[in-house]
């Protein structure tokens, strides 16, 4: 489920290709939308960044699921985005993100808040793990230049950086990903899973 039709069809047009027939894909606002009390799992990724009220969203799955099911939440910690060398456009893209996403509600440093929304929602047995990729080379270094080509819409309506400052940190960025000789991580990663009491 996403608010996006473009990853949605996207989702869904992988599952065919690799002949997975047991999925529904739907385009829906979980803020909005209605959840029937019928899952075992629920399983949100990168969605409590962005939410003006996250510990709301987390009480409609907690309705949603049946008791002894299992919420597994996953999310970031921008703050512990790392290179080598240092490099201040990587250091630009942080500050210019972290900004945006918290100018429109949200919150990109929720990660290590999670066991603490899951707890007041009303799960239990909070557990949560750290992931942290970084690397050489490959997609990994690349998700950070093509992040922010994503996010430079979003940079400039609220006003934080020009169109013209955006591009060059974009290229900047490309280039150090694509140098073998740089170390390029993604935000820290808070993974997060509990349970919906049985009884």
């Known amino acids: 489920m996403d608010f996006d039709d473009i990853k949605v069809s996207m989702a869904r047009a992988e599952a065919t290709a690799q002949q997975i027939v047991n999925i529904n894909f739907q385009v829906a606002d979980l803020e909005v939308c209605e959840l029937a009390s019928e899952f075992d799992l629920a399983h949100a990724r990168f969605i409590l960044q962005h939410l003006q ?9 907690w309705k949603a699921l049946r008791p002894g099911g299992v919420v597994v939440v996953t999310d970031t910690d921008f703050r512990g985005y790392f290179s080598e060398p240092d490099n201040p456009d990587l250091r630009r893209h942080v500050e210019l993100y972290t900004e945006t996403v918290k100018r429109r509600g949200g919150d990109p440093n929720i990660g290590p ?3 603490a929304l899951l707890t007041r929602a009303g799960f239990e047995n909070v557990q949560l793990s750290v992931v942290q990729h970084a690397s050489t080379g490959g997609e990994i270094k690349l998700i950070t230049p ?7 819409e979003a ?3 609220e006003g934080l950086a020009s169109k013209v400052e955006v591009d060059r940190i974009v290229s900047e960025l490309y280039k150090f990903a694509r140098d073998p000789e740089t170390v390029l991580s993604g935000p820290r990663i808070i993974q997060t899973w509990a349970y919906r009491p049985a009884v």
Do not use: G, Q
């Open 113 to 115: 808040r999670l066991p």
């Open 155 to 157: 940079v400039v309506a």
């Open 146 to 152: 093509l992040s922010m080509e994503n996010e430079a």
């Open 53 to 61: 009220d996250p510990e709301r969203l987390l009480l409609k799955i």
